[in-house]
Nanobody, 112 residues
Framework: QAQLVESGGGLVQPGGSLRLSCAAS????????MSWYRQAPGKERELVAQ????????NYADSVKGRFTISRDNIKNTMYLQMNSLKPEDTAQYYC?????WGQGTQVTVSS
């Protein structure tokens, strides 16, 4: 069965950086586009970034453009989200996604 496991979340000060990882298993990772979503308490889950099969094409929410970078390593079956210049509004549970499969999420809290 397909499974996604996020890691790398934590508490960081505004302006800081964090790198999230998503380990995929149970499906041919290299054959599919992948996505990162996030959800803050009381808010809808929103798409943060998407990446194509080989990482040649990426897409970002306007709110994170220029600050976040999505990438993937198809040999390691892992997707990443490098988050720089973090803002308090980036505070949320971050989820890795493939089609209908979701990871358990990793918490990112940006606070001074």
């Amino acid at each position: 069965q397909a499974q996604l496991v996020e890691s790398g979340g934590g508490l960081v000060q505004p302006g800081g950086s964090l790198r999230l990882s998503c380990a995929a298993s149970g499906f041919t990772f290299s054959n599919y586009a992948m996505s990162w979503y996030r959800q803050a308490p009381g808010k809808e889950r929103e798409l943060v970034a998407q990446i194509s099969t080989f990482g040649r094409s990426t897409n970002y929410a306007d709110s994170v453009k220029g600050r976040f970078t999505i990438s993937r390593d198809n040999i390691k079956n892992t997707m990443y989200l490098q988050m720089n210049s973090l803002k308090p509004e980036d505070t949320a549970q971050y989820y890795c996604n493939w089609r209908t499969v979701w990871g358990q999420g990793t918490q990112v809290t940006v606070s001074s």
